[in-house]
T-cell receptor
Framework: SQQGEEDPQALSIQEGENATMNCSYKTSINNLQWYRQNSGRGLVHLILIRSNEREKHSGRLRVTLDTSKKSSSLLITASRAADTASYFCATDASGGAQKLVFGQGTRLTINP | EAGVTQSPTHLIKTRGQQATLRCSPISGHTSVYWYQQALGLGLQFLLWYDEGEERNRGNFPPRFSGRQFPNYSSELNVNALELEDSALYLC??????????????FGDGTRLSIL
């Protein structure tokens, strides 16, 4: 089974609103990453947060990590039509296997 | 700087045939990863190569195999193709720094369709 599970599976909001996506995982991790995938394309790395970090920012993106709850959230502020994509969390399990385990993703639609 | 490139973009095969997918990593990256993205199943880790060696393997049958060449490019071979092998196959590359976690950079994939 997948390590990461995103919630919600689909999210539709108006341009300019904020979008929040959540990710839960099952085992101890070294780090957690968020990726974006536009339809039919490869994944684009957004942000990496390590297990000893609680919050990280990159432009309009804010990621939080709660290792006690085994969960993470991705906040996109002031959404734009170009943010329409699928968003995946991926965990790098403890042990240094460098094997990313992806969740099923959240399909985000930004309506103009 | 060129990104990760994959070829071919699309590949159509019939059941029982063999498919070869190719990947060129970003210059300087020594690690190459392969993932399968089948409809409804999300991204599944297939293989990880680094410095020419297979370092980790996902839960796939042995007919999925690959190799990494001295220039760090990689091939994924799928033998005895089955209908459920139809998927987008994504290759990614990264630096390998001892398992401390590196962002992976993805190509746009090869769409493999099995008829």
């Amino acid at each position: 089974s997948q390590q990461g599970e995103e919630d919600p599976q689909a999210l539709s909001i108006q341009e300019g609103e904020n979008a929040t996506m959540n990710c839960s995982y099952k085992t101890s991790i070294n780090n957690l990453q968020w990726y974006r995938q536009n339809s039919g394309r490869g994944l684009v790395h957004l942000i990496l947060i390590r297990s000893n970090e609680r919050e990280k920012h990159s432009g309009r993106l804010r990621v939080t990590l709660d290792t006690s709850k085994k969960s993470s959230s991705l906040l996109i502020t002031a959404s734009r039509a170009a943010d329409t994509a699928s968003y995946f969390c991926a965990t790098d399990a403890s042990g240094g296997a460098q094997k990313l385990v992806f969740g099923q993703g959240t399909r985000l639609t930004i309506n103009p | 700087e060129a990104g990760v490139t994959q070829s071919p973009t699309h590949l159509i095969k019939t059941r029982g045939q063999q498919a070869t997918l190719r990947c060129s990593p970003i210059s300087g990256h020594t690690s190459v990863y392969w993932y399968q993205q089948a409809l409804g199943l999300g991204l599944q880790f297939l293989l990880w190569y680094d410095e020419g060696e297979e370092r980790n393997r996902g839960n796939f049958p042995p007919r999925f195999s690959g190799r990494q060449f001295p220039n760090y490019s990689s091939e994924l071979n799928v033998n005895a193709l089955e209908l459920e092998d139809s998927a987008l196959y994504l290759c990614a590359s990264s630096f390998n720094q001892g398992g401390f976690g590196q962002p992976q950079h993805f190509g746009d994939g090869t769409r493999l369709s099995i008829l």
